[in-house]
C-alpha cells in the first residue's frame, strides 16, 4: 500500500520562477514529514522538515506547507535555480522510529 | 563530520550467488538503516538496527538479513540473489531515532547487479 504519493513524476520550470512539488498521504498517523533531494549517483540529501503541529515550515528558498484535512503537503522552492534540478522525494517516518515511507519521487528540472 | 560511508559502491554479482553490503554511519550515530531503491518500486525500507539490535524491519524476504556491530557499523547481507534484487541498496544514520527529529543521513549507496 502506497502511504504516501507523488502523483507527479515530473516538473519543469523556468529559472528564477517557483517550483512547487506535492505530496499527499493516506495514513493519518503520520505526524511528521521530511523532504529529501536526490542526484543521480548519491544518496538522498535532507531538505526540510514538518511537524504536524504546524502548517508551514520555511528555510531559506525553501518552505513546506502541510494540510492536515487535505492530507497534503508541498514544497515551494523560490526562486528555482539549475542546481535545484534532482528528484525530490517526500516521506514520513513510521513505528516510532526510523522507518521512513517515501513517496515515488519527482523530477524536478529547472531550466536556465 | 564524515558522511556515511558504504562499500562497495559498485558490485556485480550472479543468480544465486550472495553478497554483503556494508556501511559505516556518521561518528556518533547509533541507528542504522538499510533501504533499496529501484525504478518499479521506489525507495522501500529493509531494517533498521539500533544497538546491535534489529528495531524495525520492512516486508522483504528472509533473504534479506542485517547486522550492526559494537561500533554502529552495520552490514547487510542478501543470499540466492535473484535478477529482482538488482538496485541501488541506501544506508542511513541517525541518532536515536528521537520523535523531535526524524533526519536521516544518507550514504552514496551500493549499485548491486545480478546478471
Known amino acids: 500500500d502506497q502511504q504516501v504519493k507523488q502523483n507527479s513524476p515530473s516538473l519543469s520550470v523556468q529559472e528564477g520562477r517557483i517550483s512547487i512539488l506535492n505530496c499527499d498521504y493516506t495514513n493519518s498517523m503520520f505526524d511528521y514529514f521530511l523532504w529529501y533531494k536526490k542526484y543521480p549517483a548519491e544518496g538522498p540529501t535532507f531538505l526540510i522538515s514538518i511537524s504536524s503541529i504546524k502548517d508551514k515550515n520555511e528555510d531559506g528558498r525553501f518552505t513546506v506547507f502541510l494540510n492536515k484535512s487535505a492530507k497534503h503537503l508541498s514544497l515551494h522552492i523560490v526562486p528555482s535555480q539549475p542546481g535545484d534540478s534532482a528528484v525530490y522525494f517526500c516521506?514520513?517516518?513510521?513505528?516510532?522510529?526510523?522507518?521512513?515511507?517515501f513517496g515515488g519521487g519527482t523530477r524536478l528540472m529547472v531550466k536556465p | 563530520k564524515a558522511g556515511v560511508t558504504q562499500t562497495p559502491r559498485y558490485l556485480i554479482k550472479t543468480r544465486g550467488q550472495q553478497v554483503t553490503l556494508s556501511c559505516s554511519p556518521i561518528?556518533?550515530?547509533?541507528?542504522v538503516s538499510w533501504y533499496q531503491q529501484t525504478p518499479g518500486q521506489g525507495l522501500q525500507f529493509l531494517f533498521e538496527y539500533f544497538s546491535e539490535t534489529q528495531r524495525n524491519k520492512g516486508n522483504f524476504p528472509g533473504r534479506f538479513s542485517g547486522r550492526q556491530f559494537s561500533n554502529s557499523r552495520s552490514e547487510m547481507n542478501v543470499s540466492t540473489l535473484e535478477l529482482g534484487d538488482s538496485a541501488l541498496y541506501l544506508c542511513?544514520?541517525?541518532?536515536?531515532?528521537?520523535?523531535?527529529?526524524?533526519?536521516?543521513?544518507f550514504g552514496p549507496g551500493t549499485r548491486l547487479t545480478v546478471t
Open positions: 542511513a544514520s541517525s541518532w536515536f531515532g528521537d520523535r523531535l527529529s526524524y533526519e536521516q543521513y
Open positions: 561518528s556518533g550515530h547509533r541507528s
Open positions: 516521506a514520513a517516518p513510521r513505528n516510532a522510529g526510523n522507518m521512513l515511507t
